[in-house]
């Protein structure tokens, strides 16, 4: 299996008030990128989102785990995806850290 896309986002807002501004913004994400992915699955299970989405054709999957003072997205991509994978890390580090700024 390929090795995952890691990002890692650092923060200071504490775990619990980063948690809720991904939940709310990821609404946010899916609407602007609709173009490009569409979210299959999505589970919360406590500081973790595991994940599923369906990106140009291609399924990818992976888990957002949430600290006190960073956020680390793992992303399996399939090889196609996995091409473009270092055009595709500085837009999701962009994203996270625009969903985690202070509003």
């Given amino acids: 299996?390929?090795?995952p896309l890691i990002v890692s986002i650092p923060h200071r807002l504490g775990k619990d008030e980063a948690v809720r501004r991904l939940k709310s913004g990821l609404g946010t994400v899916r609407t602007n990128y609709a173009h490009i992915f569409a979210v299959q699955e999505e589970i919360w299970t406590g500081d973790q989102l595991q994940f599923r989405v369906i990106a140009l054709g291609q399924a990818a999957s992976g888990t957002v785990d949430v600290a006190d003072d960073h956020v680390t997205l793992q992303i399996y991509l399939p090889?196609?995806?996995a091409k473009l994978a270092a055009a595709i890390q500085p837009l999701v580090r962009k994203e996270g850290t625009l969903l985690l700024e202070k509003k």
């Fill in 79 to 81: 090889w196609l995806l």
């Fill in 1 to 3: 299996m390929a090795k």
